[in-house]
């Protein structure tokens, strides 16, 4: 009856391990890393959440629409060992962000990087910048 147990736990085990190996990808499964778009707008939401961190910047168009776009960062973890508070970025604040777009054509990215309005670079944790 041990042996049936144990075979049953490491079957589980198994089975949970493997299934969480597609929850993670490359960031070139949903963005086009051949490509770079830059944009400088208005924080208007930060997501500090697991598996990435997200923050949403408004764009004003040359029609002057405004467009909102959400770009992923790395986890909180990294950001957090590389200097990041939850405020590090606040709502209203002014930055220029470079990254890849989403292959799905919506308004999505990945970060390359993101500068202040006063001209620091912040660590991104994505594509490859480190702090």
């Known amino acids: 009856m041990r042996v ?3 075979i049953l736990i490491v079957g589980f085990a198994l089975l949970f391990s493997v299934a969480g190996l597609g929850a993670h990808h490359s960031a070139s499964a949903d963005y086009d890393e051949s490509k770079t778009i830059k944009f400088t707008g208005t924080v208007s939401k930060i997501e500090w959440t697991n598996p990435h ?5 408004d764009v004003v168009n040359p029609d002057k629409t405004v467009a909102s776009w959400s770009f992923e960062l790395a986890s909180p973890n990294s950001l957090t060992r590389a200097g990041w508070g939850k405020r590090t970025l606040t709502a209203g ?9 989403a292959r799905s054509g919506k308004t999505l990215g990945v970060t ?7 001209g620091k670079k ?3 944790g994505t594509m ?3 702090p």
């Open 4 to 6: 049936q147990s144990a």
């Open 53 to 57: 961190a997200r923050f949403v910047i």
């Open 93 to 101: 604040d002014v930055i220029t962000v470079t990254g890849s777009p």
């Open 112 to 118: 390359k990087s993101v500068t202040t309005a006063e």
């Open 122 to 124: 912040l660590f991104t």
């Open 128 to 130: 490859g910048i480190e």
